[in-house]
């Protein structure tokens, strides 16, 4: 059975080329950060300081998947 992800938030501070997002964890950790394939379209709405739901396994601390923006009240 799969190890459920571990979610959390983070802020794009810029772009890797060519398909990821460095992106910034709340303890200032810098990783990359992807788009799966279904949610491709967000890729326009994504730029630098804009806050983003992520999933990160438990083995692999170094990238995870952006699965939404956060929408600030």
Same mark, same amino acid.
């Given at each position: 059975? %799969?190890?459920? %992800? &571990?979610?959390? *938030? ?5 772009? &890797? %080329? +060519? ?8 303890? !200032?950790?810098? *990783? @990359?950060?992807? /788009? +799966? #394939?279904?949610?491709?379209? /967000?890729?326009? #709405? /994504? ?6 739901? /992520?999933?990160?396994? +438990? ?8 699965? !939404? &923006?956060? #929408?600030? @009240?």
């Amino acid at each position: 059975m %799969p190890e459920a %992800p &571990i979610t959390t *938030i983070g802020i794009i501070r810029g772009r &890797i %080329p +060519p398909n990821a997002f460095d992106v910034e964890l709340p303890n !200032g950790k810098r *990783i @990359a950060g992807h /788009l +799966p #394939q279904r949610l491709a379209d /967000l890729e326009t #709405q /994504l730029s630098e300081e804009k806050r983003v739901d /992520l999933e990160m396994t +438990p083995y692999d601390f170094e990238k995870a998947r952006i699965v !939404g &923006i956060v #929408q600030d @009240a």
